[in-house]
């Protein structure tokens, strides 16, 4: 009879700390971002790719992102990145498969955690990149 391994409280607690402590950060960072209005000139300092090339790299207009979400402002929110904000929620779910792997003391499995599906993710993010930079992709651009 196979035996299941129950971890201890203060291991369970430990395998729990990376999760939790992402979570703490990303909220506090989305904090700012909401209290610290990013369209205002002189809080942040420009993506450092716009800046050398002046072209948007696939993160440009994130912060702006949060900033028009945490002020519950959908519409204004995809506007500034619709690729950031459509990736929210499968960020949220592996975050969501990390937490609960960690508790019950097991890796992370989930097929967005495969090397094809990172693979996919970056061809996705290049042709993103490029195309928010072309005539055609304006609608792309923050």
Known sequence: MAQ????TRP??????????ALLGAVTAATAYV???????????PTCPFLWATGLYCPGCG???????LAHGDVGEAFGRNPLALLLLPVLGY????????????RPVSARLVRPAT?????ALLIAYWIARNLPVGHALAP
């Not at 291991?11 to 939790?20: E, F, K, S």
Request: charged share 20%.
């Open 118 to 122: 990172a693979w996919a993710l970056g």
């Open 4 to 7: 299941t391994r129950v971890p």
């Open 11 to 20: 291991r369970r607690w430990r395998a729990l700390a990376a999760p939790l």
């Open 34 to 44: 909401a209290a610290v209005d990013p369209n205002e000139a002189g809080h942040y």
């Open 62 to 68: 994130s912060m702006r992102m949060v900033h028009a």
């Open 94 to 105: 592996l975050w969501w498969r990390w937490l609960t792997a960690a508790a019950a003391d």
